[in-house]
């Protein structure tokens, strides 16, 4: 994946709505402040030229006006004509000079310097043009772009096809700027409306993209959160996000379809499990009563048996006897035990699957008291080995209380059963806050379980270890079963010697003020 | 820089103010040296720059048809009387004027006067003037003379010396008599018009 640019990551965290939002202001923004700028520009150097002819007209009206002045060397007269210009507030001199390159008449505005015009030459007496200068201002004039403190125009008066002079014009650029700045403060104000106008169309607009999006955010969560695979996307049209929408809805189709399957399919597995156990009792109950019959069968034909013994020369008599006292009875006493073990495990599977499917009554519990009365119903057996029990203050909990003391009371009677032998038994209840689950501990200075064997121990009719105590490897599959009923886990951390460490969690109140 | 002066300005920072007083100080020290320079006209001079607003006069003047059905080429100067000028025409003799040529000529009598558009009156005839406007009449001729009073007593054009400065009155009725249209921009320097 390519870095991202800080533009990027700037935007990264936006909802979509805004992004839309931004994409189209921030373009609509560039945009319209590019033509702005080229507009304005475009429009100063158009009324810079406008105004330069304006001086120009200005200047030859002049020129004409003053050429009879020239012509009779009345400086008054073209001084008076040239103080005409004061009608016009930027211009901030005019000078008439004759070939001869003396000033022959000139009009300054008031308040502007004569020397901030460059054109005299400074201390000449009469007044003359200082060339050099002349020549810039010369440049100026004709430059399409010089864009100093003022604007000059320089123009030639003409009489009769004979130049007799020159009139140069210096206006203040204030008045090119003032109609710049009046411009952009228009165009500023169209800019704001017309960006005004963007940002309603586009808040309308961006939902065409934000909405489905929106939507399938929102279908997406309900899944996620609610685990509720009913949902479905709206489709909004027939674009890559309507598309999108089907797919996603299709897929949500598929899965739940998928669960549903998998809940009947489970409910099957514990219906089967129930219906086989309770039926396979059925044949084992006849094989146990007919077997019984037949022990009485060979009993009552005993006593017959012997008269015709009596038939039978001494190798024969022996034969039936031992046939009779020892194979009969060791076969009719396997298939009693047989019969016994397979009906016990029978109906450890019926009560396996009844736990599966019994419905639990949760409410908020006190595990200290379930712990405690578990514990005095274990008194005996702790003071014959000799264990410390320590318990800490234990949380509230919301779970099946008959569940609880099942599993309080298969984990501690665990403990006591598998202690180490010669050793002083120790025993610790704990209890640890996780989100929005209580964590028990319940830990002990047994024997401990290899490694190899810790997945066993939760299986059914599993043991693990040496098998010098009585059990059936029920204990801890019913415990694992109840557990996960409740939603929790179960998990042991051991060392083989040292002892384990049973741990599950139990959902608990999320606050206990009821307030979420 | 420009920016900054740009700024300023936008600002209306008051640096004008300053220098309004200065500006005006240097007006009023400039102005009289300005038109001084017509002042210092004496002899030779004096007639130098009357030689050159008979010439200029020329290109402010409208001759009607009649006044211009002569030679097309030239257009004539006539001095009649003794001539004042000294060399001073020939600064203009022979320059070009409304497409024409400026011919000079001295004549003694008012019936050499054929080929005349100005007709300058020396002040040697101030005697005779009322006869020499007579015979004029309304011949389509600019006339023009230093003699005092010229304009009010009929001629067209008459010099004046104002504060030692050459100006000029303008009869305007003669004018039209003599079917002489005076651009606006003469009428408007000189002294006084004359209906």
Known sequence: MLPLSPFHRLFRDWTIRQKLMAITLLTCGTVLFAATLAFVVHEAISIRREVKRNLAIQADVIGVNVSSAIAFNDSRSATETLAGLRANPYIMGAYIVTSDSTIFARYVAKGVNPASLRIEKPGSDPPEVDRQAFAEIQADADSPWEWDNDLEQIREIVLDGQEIGTIVIFSETMEVLSRVVWLAGALLLISLVGFYLAYLLSSRLQSLISHPVQMLANAVKEVTAAKNYAVRAEVTGNDELGALAIGFNGMLATIQARDEELQDINEEIRNFAYIVSHDLRAPLVSIKGFSSELDSSIKEMQPLLNKCAAALDEKERKQLELILQEDIGEALGFIASSVNRMDGLIGNILNLSRLGRKELKLEPLNMTEIASGILASLAHQIEQKRVTVTMAELPEVIADRVAMEQIMGNLLDNALKYLEPGRDGELSITAEQGDNAVILHVCDNGRGIAQDDMHKVFELFRRAGKQDTKGEGMGLAYVKTLVRRHGGRIWCDSQPGVGSTFSFNVPAPVNPSGCR | MTLLYLISKLCGVANRRQVTFAGLVVLLLVFPVLSGKALAMDGL?????????????????????????????????????????????????????????????????????????????????????????????????????????????????????????????????????????ISSQLLKLARSVVQ
């Open chain 2, 45 to 181: 001079a004096e007639y130098e720059v009357k030689s050159a607003f008979l010439y200029n006069f020329a290109k402010f003047v409208e001759w009607g048809a009649q006044g211009t059905a002569g030679d097309q080429q030239e257009l004539g100067l006539c001095i009649l009387g003794k001539d004042p000028f000294g060399g001073g025409m020939d600064a203009v003799k022979g320059r070009p004027v409304k497409n024409r040529r400026l011919v000079v000529k001295q004549i003694n009598g008012i019936d050499e006067m054929g080929q005349c558009q100005i007709l300058f009156i020396s002040s040697s005839e101030k005697g005779r003037l009322s006869e020499i406007l007579a015979a004029v009449g309304r011949s389509p001729v600019l006339t023009v003379s230093d003699i005092k009073n010229f304009a009010q007593t009929g001629g067209v054009i008459g010099f004046v010396t104002i504060d030692e400065r050459i100006r000029f009155d303008i009869n305007q009725a003669a004018a039209e008599r003599a079917d002489l249209q």
